[in-house]
């Protein structure tokens, strides 16, 4: 764990507290979200593995006449609510930026799964690697989002809430709130076509690059709050 000379240390980096930092980063991490769930909802998983409110519609119906469908459907459900447990762990003892790379090491164990061909070929197939590449990939967006969700970056992985939120703030007039979660919509609907042009070309390049994607994002804001946060700021933790 850091000490008090790195941000390694801290709950939250300091430059979050900027606004327009604020939301280049929440922007960024999002918009990677956006491209693997988008990958997952048609290639590899062929369901989505970030955003779990029509998964557990799904689960309800499936379980009535599918039941490996329900199967498939738990796993995402589940592994998600286990990764938001292991994301409520990690930060307080591995703060932001480590916790942030612990989550994407699912998502890299997915990419070798690819690499070995053991993924979904299929919607209607339920083969292991299917189940194998679901419990990845939505550990890791569990894990992700839990960890943005504890800090001012919020909810990274999926945009119901955040919606909700957007239309609470248009109607009370809260712009400043309004303009970070349009930036958080817009960059996962564009992350969600980039997900979806991947897929079409190459999916192991698509998420090799969504991981690599939010690995070097994170480690770049890290080194960059180092730089340009006054040192008495550094061992401060941020109340939310």
Partial sequence: MGTGDSSFGTSEWGLLRDAKSLRVAAGIFTFWAGAINGLSSIALVFGRVSHMSGRVIDQGQFLLHNSLGALLVSTLVFSFFAGTIIGGFTLPRFKLTRALLISMLPIFVGVLMIHLGIHGSS???????????????????????????????GRTTHMTGEITDLGVCVAKGNWPRALFLSTKYFAF??????????????????????????????????????MVMPANKKNEVFRL
Wanted: proline share 1%; aromatic share 12%; net charge positive.
């Fill in 123 to 153: 919607a209607k197939s339920y083969e292991i690697g299917r189940f194998v590449m679901a419990f990845l990939l939505s550990l890791g967006m569990g894990m992700q989002n839990s960890v943005t969700s504890q800090t001012r970056l």
């Fill in 189 to 226: 609907f564009c992350g969600a076509i980039g997900g979806y042009l991947g897929a079409q070309s190459s999916p192991l390049m698509t998420l090799l690059v969504a991981a690599l994607g939010i690995t070097t994002t994170t480690m770049y804001y890290e080194r960059w709050d180092m």
